[in-house]
């Protein structure tokens, strides 16, 4: 119903920078939040960065003043740009949305949370 495709993860040495990108399509309504988790070999999934459709933002302690997220409402398409990365960061990042499809007649879906495949962040030290 929509599919959540990601791109721009890859192999960098610390302190560097990366830019994910992430792409809904699909037969969309509306979307309301986006973001970004990762989750790292052993670790459970968690919450990297968020943003609302008017552009509110959320973090993890561990990323702010070093992540920025935003988004393009147009293209449907939320970033995660990605500076000073520590090798902490290594993780596979997963991209979130909560989306409303379009109506079936009168019938109106409720949001729902989809997920996209996931892209390797490795920050080698």
């Known amino acids: 119903q929509v599919q959540l495709v990601e791109s721009g993860g890859g192999l960098v040495q610390a302190g560097g920078s990366l830019r994910l990108s992430c792409a809904a399509s699909?037969?969309?309504?509306?979307?309301?939040?986006m973001g970004w988790y990762r989750q790292a070999p052993g670790k459970q999934r968690e919450l990297v960065a968020a943003i609302t459709s008017g552009g509110s933002t959320n973090y993890a302690d561990s990323v702010k003043g070093r992540f920025t997220i935003s988004r393009d409402n147009v293209k449907n398409t939320v970033y995660l740009q990605m500076n000073s990365l520590k090798p902490e960061d290594t993780a596979v990042y997963y991209c979130n949305a909560e989306a409303i499809l379009r109506p079936s007649g009168s019938y109106l879906y409720p949001p729902y949370d989809y997920w996209g495949q996931g892209t390797q962040v490795t920050v080698s030290s």
């Open positions: 699909g037969r969309l309504f509306n979307i309301n939040a």
